[in-house]
């Protein structure tokens, strides 16, 4: 939770993913397959793999194995949705920068949105009290509101369209390794765009999450002014 800035309420399958840590049980079985295949006698005629390729090898394996979870769990499907593939994630090309308080709300649905407030009782109601759609959720506050178009321009124009869920998943991670052109200068050109492409999105999450805190505030205020005058 301390190293992506959660709330304490954020599944314990979301941290994880967002914190590039695997779960406990899968990395103790992890060392257990390393301590085995380390103390195993070699193979007659075989080169015996180095420790550092053994760790290798069953770290995909441990990936492997919690992939297969990620991708059955019934909690947090707002972040799988953004995030459903591992080793895109773990192995994305864009900047490797830590999450900040507000991107975590934003890729975990915990925050600042009337839907969690009022799952929180924080809030008497899940409608967006700014453009008054039913359901305030992260992905409405961030693709839909229009009180937030403006702040949405910048990377919509990029993109050549207007910014939505199923773009972020690239925009976070980053081309495949796999498919970056061989020539350096075009590698590097694919990855500058995807690397201004994930600012833009960064500045743009930075700056209707700021707000949306500054609105809530303001609720909060004026709902403690009437609960006293009255």
Same mark, same amino acid.
């Given at each position: 939770?301390?190293?992506? *800035?959660?709330?304490?309420?954020?599944?314990?399958?979301?941290?994880?993913?967002?914190?590039?840590?695997?779960?406990?049980?899968?990395?103790?079985?992890? *060392?257990? *397959?390393?301590?085995?295949?380390?103390?195993?006698?070699?193979?007659?005629?075989?080169?015996?793999?180095?420790?550092?390729?053994?760790?290798?090898?069953? *770290? &995909?394996?441990?990936?492997?194995?919690?992939?297969? @979870?990620?991708?059955?769990?019934?909690?947090?499907?707002?972040?799988?949705?953004?995030?459903?593939?591992?080793?895109?994630?773990?192995? @994305?090309?864009?900047?490797?920068?830590?999450?900040?308080?507000?991107?975590?709300?934003?890729?975990?649905?915990h925050g600042c949105?009337?839907?969690?407030?009022?799952?929180?009782?924080?809030?008497?109601?899940?409608?967006?009290?700014?453009c008054y759609h #039913?359901?305030?959720?992260?992905?409405?506050?961030?693709?839909? &509101?229009?009180?937030?178009?403006?702040?949405?321009?910048?990377?919509?124009?990029?993109?050549?369209?207007?910014?939505?869920?199923?773009?972020?998943?690239?925009?976070?991670?980053?081309?495949?390794? #796999?498919?970056?052109?061989?020539?350096?200068?075009e590698r590097n050109?694919?990855? &500058?765009?995807?690397?201004?492409?994930?600012?833009?999105?960064?500045?743009?999450?930075? #700056?209707?999450?700021?707000?949306?805190?500054?609105?809530?505030?303001?609720?909060?205020?004026?709902?403690?002014?009437?609960?006293?005058?009255?």
């Amino acid at each position: 939770m301390r190293i992506i *800035r959660a709330y304490w309420t954020v599944s314990d399958e979301a941290a994880l993913v967002l914190a590039g840590l695997p779960p406990a049980d899968l990395l103790g079985m992890e *060392r257990k *397959r390393i301590r085995a295949r380390a103390a195993a006698p070699p193979i007659q005629g075989a080169i015996p793999p180095s420790k550092a390729t053994i760790k290798r090898q069953e *770290r &995909c394996e441990t990936n492997i194995r919690w992939q297969a @979870r990620w991708s059955s769990t019934t909690k947090r499907s707002w972040t799988r949705k953004l995030l459903p593939n591992l080793n895109r994630w773990l192995g @994305r090309t864009v900047p490797k920068i830590p999450l900040s308080f507000h991107m975590t709300q934003a890729l975990t649905g915990h925050g600042c949105f009337q839907q969690y407030l009022f799952k929180m009782g924080r809030a008497n109601s899940p409608r967006c009290t700014l453009c008054y759609h #039913e359901d305030d959720t992260a992905e409405h506050t961030l693709f839909d &509101c229009a009180y937030f178009a403006g702040l949405r321009d910048e990377l919509g124009n990029r993109l050549g369209h207007q910014p939505s869920t199923e773009d972020i998943s690239a925009i976070l991670c980053g081309p495949e390794f #796999e498919s970056l052109p061989t020539d350096d200068a075009e590698r590097n050109s694919v990855l &500058c765009n995807a690397e201004e492409n994930f600012r833009l999105f960064y500045k743009m999450v930075e #700056e209707i999450m700021t707000l949306e805190e500054e609105e809530e505030r303001r609720r909060q205020a004026a709902d403690g002014r009437r609960r006293m005058s009255i």
